[in-house]
């Protein structure tokens, strides 16, 4: 069964950054999708940004490109996401996932989410 478990949740002021870390066990990840996903109160799941067990070419939301940057480590089966210039409105859980296959984007594609790290952006 595989587990994850991030880190670097936390308070920080706008306009600075943070970096969520993801480190899995149970299993060999190598042939797995992985990465963040994020829940705000009132609203549902987003995906934030995902990397196909390559490590090539990441998918990121909109909203985040240019400002997020995601990278996985297949050898520590861990995988980090660095975020920069944040907002207030960023404010939420953040989940790591993995699930079996290349990369998705959608909640219900990923088989595997960790128990979520709280990120808290001041205004």
């Known amino acids: 069964q595989v587990q994850l478990v991030e880190s670097g949740g936390g308070l920080v002021q706008a306009g600075g950054s943070l970096r969520l870390s993801c480190a899995a066990s149970?299993?060999?990840?190598?042939?797995?999708?992985m990465g963040w996903f994020r829940q705000a109160p009132g609203k549902e799941r987003e995906v934030l940004a995902v990397?196909?067990?390559?490590?090539?070419?990441?998918y990121y939301t909109a909203s985040v490109k240019g400002r997020f940057t995601l990278s996985r480590d297949n050898a520590k089966n861990t995988v980090t996401l660095e975020m920069n210039t944040l907002k207030p409105e960023e404010t939420a859980v953040y989940y790591c996932?993995?699930?079996?296959?290349?990369?998705?984007?959608?909640?219900?594609?990923?088989?595997?989410w960790g128990l979520g790290t709280q990120v808290t952006v001041s205004s």
């Open positions: 996932v993995a699930t079996p296959g290349y990369l998705y984007t959608l909640p219900s594609q990923y088989h595997y």
């Open positions: 149970g299993g060999t990840l190598s042939r797995y999708a």
């Open positions: 990397i196909s067990w390559t490590a090539y070419s990441p």
